[in-house]
């Protein structure tokens, strides 16, 4: 089956232009998770959402990071006003949240932003 | 203190031996455990989860969960170059669907 799906694959844009990334989970599964992933670093949470309820937000650094996911299906990640540090790979993950409670995370491959 | 903590390493082991990666966390709440492995320029795979105390056995690999301890690992038996990855530990906490990871240990199969 199809796995989870991101793009672009790559993204270069110039400091102070806003980006869109893009997040197609496994069909069905109802958690979608946004990553960022620094060269070397390990994994920064930004953002999760779980069917209707409200995102948990609690992991974008900062207001310029935003995200939505319509119809409980694909997910934007918006970066405005680009800074040379959000640089990274955004990785987006979805998982199928189940009676008991496990629901392993799915990757997608990723998108690499670079922020000139 | 981080939720999830993991050696960085490199951790270096030869071909044939077997690869002990360690992971302790926070939240004693926490109620599942995963380990993924991740090539260099690649998203992170999952291998493993675990959510009882005790060993799960899957092929080459195990993972070890001592809940008391809060402390979660992953053995790799006959390591082979191909396992030469990032592995990461992550922990479900309290938060129920909110994953937290570790920031990897580096393994190395020597030929």
């Known amino acids: 089956g199809a796995g989870v799906s991101q793009s672009p694959s790559n993204k270069v844009t110039e400091k102070g232009k806003d980006v869109e990334l893009r997040c197609d989970p496994i069909?069905?599964?109802?958690?979608l998770y946004w990553y960022r992933q620094s060269l070397g670093q390990g994994l920064e949470f930004l953002i999760y959402f779980q069917g209707n309820s409200a995102p948990d937000k609690s992991g974008l650094p900062s207001d310029r990071f935003s995200a939505e996911r319509t119809g409980g299906s694909v997910s934007t990640l918006t970066i405005q006003r680009t800074q040379q540090e959000d640089s990274a790979v955004y990785l987006c993950a979805s998982s199928l949240v189940k009676a008991s409670g496990i629901g392993e995370q799915f990757f997608g491959p990723g998108t690499r932003l670079t922020v000139l | 203190q981080k939720e999830v903590e993991q050696n960085s390493g490199p951790l270096s082991v030869p071909e044939g031996a077997i690869a002990s990666l360690n992971c302790t966390y926070s939240?004693?709440?926490?109620?599942?455990f995963f380990w993924y492995r991740q090539y260099s320029g690649k998203s992170p795979e999952l291998i493993m989860f675990i959510y009882s105390n005790g060993d799960k056995e899957d092929g080459r690999f195990t993972a070890q969960l001592n809940k008391a301890s809060q402390y979660v690992s992953l053995l790799i038996r006959d390591s082979q170059p191909s396992d030469s990855a990032t592995y990461l530990c992550a922990v479900k906490g309290f938060n129920f669907n909110k994953f937290y990871f570790g920031s990897g240990t580096k393994l190395n199969v020597k030929p």
């Open positions: 939240d004693r709440g926490s109620q599942s």
């Open positions: 069909s069905g599964h109802t958690a």
